[in-house]
């Protein structure tokens, strides 16, 4: 008895703080944003001199105010992004970037960068749906209430690109800085599966940056980048790379292999199984293949004991459920027995999934 009392103690005080990040939780994401918009990573890394960079230095640097900055500062050093350490002989302090910090260099394209990423989600236009979450949430089945981008916007976040070039420029930049990270991994995980194949369409492929970095890895393919007219407009022109203009929903170009990276998410059981179903007729018979890069969430742990980055991979997962819900009209993260059924549904005749280390996977299914 004396032990459950404990327990409920120590449960009211751990609540009393964690009750504050629900609070304030918006400063995490603010205070990373300004430290982007304003290039601090980089001032940081650009720094003429091999000493950490001083408040003064990094205030003129960036343009900012000493004051404002300082807090910023000691802000972002707390929450572990930047370090702050000591210099002439501990009489003063000055700023260092870590691994963390590098990853926010809006101006970095190593693969590794997800600053363009974050502009995206903390644009007023991805931010304002997230105010009508529980109003999806409390509509009944039939969905009698337009999803939270919808409600906020007028109509779901394709068509707002459309007609609006710069929120269609942050989509396409926040999709190829995931692309950069992701994709050689895919091609680590699955050089088998392009031997032998001489052509693959990347469906939803943005700016061709998938296929770009795929011919490059495998230069006997001739790769086709494949998104509606007005994104194909604004694609790169690649070595290797033709881009297409099309309809996912009507058809897919005809192919050895499909390639399909974050957009079976975006929509719900039935328009997921119609693309599907266009991908599998896009590949031959017998031998075609469709690649699909998208997260698994875990149904059950697996063992009691999980490992520290396995959970926080999940907790992204979950997360991005979270932002499929307040983003898109009928969108999932999916478990694997979401993704058996619509693989079933599609009429693919087996497929196997590989791990690559990440918030994604990668579904191999064949014709």
């Known amino acids: 008895m004396e032990k459950s009392k404990r327990n409920l103690l120590y449960e009211e005080a751990k609540a009393s703080l964690d009750i ?10 603010a205070a990373a944003k300004c430290a982007i918009d304003l290039k601090i990573p980089e001032a940081i890394e650009n720094h003429p001199s091999s000493l950490p960079v001083t408040l003064a230095e990094l205030s003129v640097a960036v343009s900012a105010s000493p004051s404002h900055l300082h807090r910023i500062m000691r802000f972002l050093v707390h929450q572990g992004i930047f370090k702050q350490v000591p210099i002439k002989d501990g009489l003063a302090t000055g700023y260092t970037n870590t691994p963390l910090s590098r990853l926010m260099m809006i101006t970095k394209r190593d693969g590794k960068s997800l600053a363009p990423f974050v502009l995206f989600e903390t644009s007023p236009e991805m931010l304002a749906p997230w105010l009508r979450l529980s109003s999806v949430v409390a509509s009944p089945a039939n969905g009698s209430h337009p999803p939270p981008f919808d409600a906020v916007h007028g109509k779901d976040v394709w068509a707002l690109a459309e007609d609006n070039p710069c929120l269609s420029h942050m989509i396409n930049e926040a999709m190829a800085c995931d692309t950069r990270r992701v994709v050689p991994r895919v091609a680590r995980a699955c050089h088998d599966l392009f031997e032998g194949v001489a052509t693959v369409v990347d469906v939803g492929g943005c700016t061709g940056e998938t296929m770009g970095i795929l011919v490059k890895e495998f230069p006997w393919i001739k790769g ?11 694609a790169q022109v690649l070595d290797g790379v033709e881009n297409v203009g099309g309809d996912m929903f009507d058809s897919v170009p005809k192919c050895d292999a499909v390639l399909i990276k974050w957009v079976l998410h975006d929509w719900g059981d039935k328009d997921c199984i119609r693309i599907l179903k266009n991908c599998k007729e896009a590949v031959p018979p017998n031998i075609g293949k469709v690649l699909i890069v998208e997260s698994v969430i875990r149904e059950k742990k697996k063992a009691m004991i999980v490992e520290d980055r396995d959970e926080k991979l999940e907790h992204v997962r979950l997360m991005l459920d979270m932002v499929m819900m307040a983003h898109t009209t009928t969108g999932k993260e999916r478990t694997l027995k979401e ?17 690559i280390d990440d918030v994604q996977c990668v579904i191999i299914a064949y014709r």
């Open 339 to 355: 993704w058996d059924f619509v693989l079933n549904e599609a009429g693919f005749a087996r497929y196997e999934v590989r791990d």
């Open 224 to 234: 086709f980048n494949f998104d509606v007219p007005h994104v194909i407009q604004v």
């Open 20 to 29: 504050w990040r629900y609070v304030f939780g918006f400063a995490d994401i």
